[in-house]
Nanobody, 115 residues
């Protein structure tokens, strides 16, 4: 089992920045990918950004150039730096880990961007 705990969400004005963190613990043996997803009210959960095991990254078109995903393996922590935030970025953000074919999710952290 892998446990994930997100932090760093909050209320910010449009144009502002936030950094999300996701601390991983438990049986971490062979992670295939780590990523951030978000879900806005009435919408499906969508991929925001991901890091594959080799280190390559991919981003949703809507956040390219504004968000940066990174990880600190020594701290077992995943980050999402979010700059130039827009009201449409408002959502619950979830951390995800894919390990040996199993998906693990955090509890989510709310990000609210006011206009």
């Amino acid at each position: 089992q892998v446990q994930l705990v997100e932090s760093g969400g909050g209320l910010v004005q449009a144009g502002g920045s936030l950094r999300l963190s996701c601390a991983a613990s438990g049986s971490i043996v062979s992670i295939n990918a780590m990523g951030w997803y978000r879900q806005a009210p009435g919408k499906q959960r969508e991929l925001v950004a991901a890091i594959i095991s080799g280190g390559s990254t991919n981003y949703a078109d809507s956040v390219k150039g504004r968000f940066t995903i990174s990880r600190d393996n020594t701290k077992r922590t995943l980050y999402l730096q979010m700059n130039s935030l827009k009201p449409e970025d408002t959502a619950v953000y979830y951390c995800n880990v894919l390990q040996r074919g199993l998906n693990y999710w955090g509890q989510g952290t709310q990000v609210t961007v006011s206009s």
